[in-house]
């Protein structure tokens, strides 16, 4: 049986509309049946009952819903390539700002229209600057990029900065950083993982988040919590004041799209996901003039869709663009809905609806589902039924479906805090404890401690306060000073790909989250030289941190604490054991002096346009960044210090120095430091010469000696590393101990406020199960300025709260569907 039913697709050649009976989005609200006038590509009027002019065609849009012209804020598409452009467009994207691909500076961005006729819609732009790393060239390392890119800056004039951080959270703070330091204007694409450094996000950068969500993780307990909680973390965001764009980048197909937005919606306002991917990005454009809402005067580009955007039955019906209309669905305007037909002497009911992808009809009642759509033929058993958007012959439009109910998630669900902070607290007392003193060990004694600070310790001391530790037959500690880490550090610790890179900063990628610095309070450790690798003659500039768990990455950083810039001789920086096939000078032991040379003759002729590995270098021989270098063998070191004097400099510490003992007086007469390792000997070709009595030797030359761990796993047992040296030379046990507290922070000239517990001094200590130099011993607590950052009995409980989390999200992973 056929129905006719004349069709008429061609749009007319007018410019002039009224869309009628449509759901309109404004800024804060819909109009409900509402009517939009178009004269000439632009918005003539908009609202209720408005008199529709003479010269429109009427457009019924009953049951639609008209969206301001979506605005894909960051793209890679090509912008020469129309299919790209048409799939975004097929999304509801009406403009959208393309951006290069693939290299950290990637020009400047384009601002189309998604039109078949490839339009600019601005000349404003923004540079795009990617934190992403190469393989072989400068920078391989995330500290060399960011570098690159402040040195970049440094060069050109630029105001509008787009940075891509790679997936990074820490990034996002980075790229803030960067933006106040260049009193940049910048745009930041995110990560949806904002949600674990939201305490130090700020509000006055523009902000874009993926709707491509993480969708696939192993089985660690950090990427699972990714996992979940990035759809939560727009919604957390808005609730913590903070405003975003929405970007599809990454998302392939137009159902994958609609789904992310949906499972947004679930989450928070639907308003506010409008908001941002119409207004907001329009005003991050500037654009916003003529763009991003639905008001009168602005050009006349509409999303629409055939229902409430986010129910899940709904799709994208018609883009406007400029008030050119591209129509995105095979269906006709009016098609969804119920349908009277008359046929002869009998009347069929027709109901038209969509279950998920799938196109259901009704007739009577019967359901088929085996229905097929082409052309605008609806084809449904025997029947044939001819649509169009205008109305059709011996059918009536009865109703359009009801409109579906966007279900939300009612309970609110915000990241687990498994490492909590322990309070603070204003007045402390540590009662009967056994106490060790720089240079003796006192029993049963007491230490008062006072915003954050050491203020007495002694026998039986009187003060009231907040909280009381009962240490009675626990050790006393100062917090242990690790003098050489490579800890903390996001991406390669090395910038490997040049010889002389001092311009790279290791407080740039210090990472927070690394969980070494937990594992390291749990050994006793308080503070940290993080330093570049050794991979160059002259590499990046160190740091020093406190291992404050849970505090952000700025927290962390000893505010008082010298610079330091890292050296190395010997095989590593000759590459001796890397890249075989590299052409990267220096070859040899003999060219490492010599580029070290090179490098400082020509800082010390340096003028002219800012440069930041001079700027670094000038700095050095100005005496403002202390030389701290790796090394191991003695004839190398004595070369280092004949031939920093050709510029009135020395170095400040040799690190490892594992043949020191041969050169203690030269040492001691230079003034130059030692931190080494326990008794570490015959590993490779430059330790041959190695002997476990070098810090004991060193030190009873004079030269100021310490231990140091060069290692996350050995950082956890530098007390045991201490005591092994009473085998090796020293007799008294509070002497070892200062090569891992007193000695180190004598070096870095921090013993006025580290490395002991004296009155004055930063309350940095440690409570022990045990005499601290025992392999047996373990860590009870640590404490740095007076504030809890570890404790056995609470970790003992974490551990199992993080295999119950841990089951329950792999669980939810495995089970998922939303």
């Given at each position: 049986?056929?129905?006719?039913?004349?069709?008429?697709?061609?749009?007319?050649?007018?410019?002039?509309?009224?869309?009628?009976?449509?759901?309109?989005?404004?800024?804060?609200?819909?109009?409900?049946?509402?009517?939009?006038?178009?004269?000439?590509?632009?918005?003539?009027?908009?609202?209720?009952?408005?008199?529709?002019?003479?010269?429109?065609?009427?457009?019924?849009?009953?049951?639609?819903?008209?969206?301001?012209?979506?605005?894909?804020?960051?793209?890679?598409?090509?912008?020469?390539?129309?299919?790209?452009?048409?799939?975004?467009?097929?999304?509801?994207?009406?403009?959208?700002?393309?951006?290069?691909?693939?290299?950290?500076?990637?020009?400047?961005?384009?601002?189309?229209?998604?039109?078949?006729?490839?339009?600019?819609?601005?000349?404003?732009?923004?540079?795009?600057?990617?934190?992403?790393?190469?393989?072989?060239?400068?920078?391989?390392?995330?500290?060399?990029?960011?570098?690159?890119?402040?040195?970049?800056?440094?060069?050109?004039?630029?105001?509008?900065?787009?940075?891509?951080?790679?997936?990074?959270?820490?990034?996002?703070?980075?790229?803030?950083?960067?933006?106040?330091?260049?009193?940049?204007?910048?745009?930041?694409?995110?990560?949806?993982?904002?949600?674990?450094?939201?305490?130090?996000?700020?509000?006055?950068?523009?902000?874009?988040?993926?709707?491509?969500?993480?969708?696939?993780?192993?089985?660690?307990?950090?990427?699972?919590?990714?996992?979940?909680?990035?759809?939560?973390?727009?919604?957390?965001?808005?609730?913590?004041?903070?405003?975003?764009?929405?970007?599809?980048?990454?998302?392939?197909?137009?159902?994958?799209?609609?789904?992310?937005?949906?499972?947004?919606?679930?989450?928070?306002?639907?308003?506010?996901?409008?908001?941002?991917?119409?207004?907001?990005?329009?005003?991050?454009?500037?654009?916003?003039?003529?763009?991003?809402?639905?008001?009168?005067?602005?050009?006349?580009?509409?999303?629409?869709?055939?229902?409430?955007?986010?129910?899940?039955?709904?799709?994208?019906?018609?883009?406007?663009?400029?008030?050119?209309?591209?129509?995105?669905?095979?269906?006709?305007?009016?098609?969804?809905?119920?349908?009277?037909?008359?046929?002869?002497?009998?009347?069929?009911?027709?109901?038209?609806?969509?279950?998920?992808?799938?196109?259901?009809?009704?007739?009577?009642?019967?359901?088929?589902?085996?229905?097929?759509?082409?052309?605008?033929?609806?084809?449904?058993?025997?029947?044939?039924?001819?649509?169009?958007?205008?109305?059709?012959?011996?059918?009536?439009?009865?109703?359009?479906?009801?409109?579906?109910?966007?279900?939300?998630?009612?309970?609110?669900?915000?990241?687990?805090?498994?490492?909590?902070?322990?309070?603070?607290?204003?007045?402390?007392?540590?009662?009967?404890?056994?106490?060790?003193?720089?240079?003796t060990i006192l029993e049963n004694a007491d230490i008062f401690i006072k915003n954050g600070k050491i203020v007495e310790i002694g026998k039986n001391l009187n003060f009231n306060a907040e909280y009381v530790i009962d240490a009675t037959n626990k050790h006393i500690t100062p917090g242990i000073f690790d003098a050489h880490s490579h800890i903390?550090?996001?991406?390669?610790?090395?910038?490997?790909?040049?010889?002389?890179?001092?311009?790279?900063?290791?407080?740039?990628?210090?990472?927070?989250?690394?969980?070494?610095?937990?594992?390291?309070?749990?050994?006793?450790?308080?503070?940290?030289?993080?330093?570049?690798?050794?991979?160059?003659?002259?590499?990046?500039?160190?740091?020093?941190?406190?291992?404050?768990?849970?505090?952000?990455?700025?927290?962390?950083?000893?505010?008082?604490?010298?610079?330091?810039?890292?050296?190395?001789?010997?095989?590593?920086?000759?590459?001796?054991?890397?890249?075989?096939?590299?052409?990267?000078?220096?070859?040899?032991?003999?060219?490492?002096?010599?580029?070290?040379?090179?490098?400082?003759?020509?800082?010390?002729?340096?003028?002219?346009?800012?440069?930041?590995?001079?700027?670094?270098?000038?700095?050095?021989?100005?005496?403002?960044?202390?030389?701290?270098?790796?090394?191991?063998?003695?004839?190398?070191?004595?070369?280092?210090?004949?031939?920093?004097?050709?510029?009135?400099?020395?170095?400040?510490?040799?690190?490892?120095?594992?043949?020191?003992?041969?050169?203690?007086?030269?040492?001691?007469?230079?003034?130059?430091?030692?931190?080494?390792?326990?008794?570490?000997?015959?590993?490779?070709?430059?330790?041959?010469?190695?002997?476990?009595?070098?810090?004991?030797?060193?030190?009873?030359?004079?030269?100021?000696?310490?231990?140091?761990?060069?290692?996350?796993?050995?950082?956890?047992?530098?007390?045991?590393?201490?005591?092994?040296?009473?085998?090796?030379?020293?007799?008294?046990?509070?002497?070892?101990?200062?090569?891992?507290?007193?000695?180190?922070?004598?070096?870095?000239?921090?013993?006025?406020?580290?490395?002991?517990?004296?009155?004055?001094?930063?309350?940095?200590?440690?409570?022990?199960?045990?005499?601290?130099?025992?392999?047996?011993?373990?860590?009870?607590?640590?404490?740095?300025?007076?504030?809890?950052?570890?404790?056995?009995?609470?970790?003992?409980?974490?551990?199992?709260?993080?295999?119950?989390?841990?089951?329950?999200?792999?669980?939810?992973?495995?089970?998922?569907?939303?």
């Open positions: 049986m056929i129905i006719l039913l004349f069709f008429q697709f061609e749009f007319p050649k007018i410019s002039n509309y009224a869309i009628v009976n449509a759901n309109i989005f404004l800024k804060d609200s819909i109009i409900r049946n509402g009517t939009i006038i178009v004269k000439n590509g632009k918005i003539y009027e908009v609202g209720k009952n408005i008199k529709i002019p003479k010269d429109v065609l009427v457009l019924d849009y009953s049951g639609k819903y008209i969206y301001p012209g979506f605005i894909e804020i960051i793209s890679e598409i090509s912008s020469d390539t129309l299919k790209e452009i048409k799939k975004l467009r097929n999304f509801g994207f009406t403009i959208v700002q393309i951006i290069g691909k693939d290299s950290i500076l990637r020009g400047f961005t384009k601002i189309i229209f998604t039109e078949d006729s490839i339009k600019k819609v601005s000349e404003n732009s923004y540079f795009v600057i990617s934190f992403q790393t190469n393989k072989e060239k400068y920078p391989v390392s995330l500290m060399g990029t960011i570098a690159k890119i402040r040195q970049f800056l440094y060069d050109e004039n630029l105001k509008n900065v787009l940075f891509l951080t790679n997936k990074n959270e820490l990034n996002v703070l980075r790229a803030q950083k960067i933006a106040d330091e260049f009193k940049l204007n910048s745009l930041i694409f995110g990560t949806n993982k904002e949600f674990r450094v939201i305490e130090s996000l700020k509000k006055n950068q523009n902000l874009v988040l993926p709707l491509k969500f993480i969708d696939s993780v192993s089985d660690n307990l950090n990427e699972l919590i990714d996992w979940k909680f990035s759809k939560e973390n727009a919604r957390i965001l808005i609730e913590n004041g903070y405003f975003f764009a929405l970007s599809s980048n990454g998302i392939k197909e137009q159902n994958e799209f609609l789904k992310s937005l949906r499972i947004l919606a679930k989450r928070m306002d639907e308003n506010k996901i409008i908001l941002s991917l119409t207004l907001i990005p329009a005003k991050m454009l500037g654009i916003d003039n003529n763009y991003g809402s639905i008001e009168k005067g602005k050009i006349a580009n509409f999303t629409i869709a055939d229902g409430n955007i986010f129910s899940k039955n709904s799709s994208i019906f018609e883009v406007w663009i400029n008030g050119f209309i591209y129509r995105i669905s095979k269906y006709p305007r009016k098609f969804f809905g119920d349908w009277e037909v008359r046929m002869n002497d009998s009347t069929l009911r027709l109901k038209i609806y969509k279950e998920g992808k799938s196109l259901r009809v009704k007739v009577n009642d019967k359901v088929y589902s085996n229905v097929h759509f082409e052309n605008n033929v609806l084809e449904v058993d025997n029947y044939k039924f001819y649509f169009s958007d205008d109305g059709c012959l011996n059918c009536k439009y009865i109703s359009e479906l009801e409109e579906e109910e966007v279900k939300k998630i009612m309970e609110k669900e915000n990241p687990p805090k498994i490492y909590k902070l322990f309070p603070t607290f204003k007045t402390i007392l540590i009662k009967n404890g056994i106490i060790w003193l720089p240079d903390a550090i996001d991406g390669d610790v090395n910038e490997w790909s040049e010889s002389i890179t001092p311009e790279v900063r290791v407080i740039d990628v210090i990472n927070p989250f690394d969980i070494n610095i937990y594992r390291e309070l749990a050994g006793g450790v308080t503070t940290a030289h993080i330093m570049h690798g050794s991979a160059n003659a002259i590499g990046g500039q160190n740091v020093i941190i406190k291992l404050k768990w849970g505090f952000p990455a700025d927290s962390l950083v000893y505010k008082d604490s010298p610079r330091t810039i890292k050296f190395a001789l010997g095989e590593n920086p000759k590459r001796s054991n890397w890249l075989e096939n590299s052409d990267r000078y220096p070859r040899s032991r003999l060219g490492v002096i010599s580029i070290i040379e090179d490098a400082l003759l020509r800082a010390k002729n340096y003028k002219g346009k800012k440069n930041l590995r001079m700027e670094a270098l000038k700095e050095i021989l100005n005496g403002k960044i202390q030389i701290h270098c790796h090394a191991y063998r003695q004839d190398e070191m004595l070369a280092l210090m004949e031939s920093l004097k050709k510029f009135g400099i020395q170095v400040r510490m040799f690190h490892h120095a594992l043949e020191a003992y041969k050169i203690s007086k030269e040492l001691k007469r230079e003034n130059v430091y030692v931190s080494t390792f326990s008794d570490w000997w015959s590993y490779k070709f430059e330790a041959y010469d190695a002997i476990p009595y070098n810090a004991f030797i060193t030190t009873k030359n004079n030269v100021l000696t310490s231990l140091n761990s060069d290692s996350p796993e050995l950082a956890r047992r530098l007390n045991s590393e201490a005591g092994k040296m009473l085998k090796y030379g020293f007799t008294k046990e509070t002497d070892v101990l200062k090569l891992i507290t007193i000695n180190p922070a004598k070096q870095f000239s921090l013993d006025k406020f580290v490395g002991s517990l004296e009155k004055g001094k930063d309350a940095d200590f440690v409570i022990w199960n045990g005499n601290p130099l025992s392999p047996y011993s373990i860590v009870l607590e640590t404490w740095i300025e007076g504030r809890k950052f570890f404790d056995r009995e609470e970790d003992l409980r974490i551990r199992k709260e993080i295999k119950l989390l841990k089951e329950k999200l792999m669980n939810e992973f495995k089970n998922y569907s939303e």
